[in-house]
């Protein structure tokens, strides 16, 4: 089961679910010649009232999108100088 971990804004009730089959990855094959891959990871379920016309509950999905590289051609790599190196640091302060 997943543990919600999220907060959603508004009312509602989080709702514990659990995957019944794991994501699959969808492959990506771009104009530049790289592969991608990638697959959405639900991060919680919050149930927000019922339709007002048909009565059916209302669901909120969090996720995030996964990606990963699988293909690079060579000449899309471009390594910096070396103090230009950010390796190691987040873009977050």
């Not at 996720?63 to 699988?70: D, E, G, K, P, Q």
Request: charged fraction near 30%; aromatic fraction near 6%.
């Amino acid at each position: 089961m997943a543990t919600p971990g999220f907060n959603f804004q508004g009312e509602g009730e989080i709702v514990e679910f659990q995957t019944e089959e794991e994501p699959k990855w969808i492959t990506v094959r771009l104009g530049d010649g790289s592969v991608i891959q990638i697959k959405m990871e639900i991060v919680s379920v919050m149930r927000n009232g019922n339709d007002p016309n048909t009565g059916i509950p209302n669901y909120m999905v969090q996720a995030t999108n996964i990606i990963r590289m699988v293909k690079i051609p060579k000449e899309l790599i471009k390594r910096g100088k070396k103090e230009d190196d950010n390796r190691g640091q987040t873009m977050y302060r």
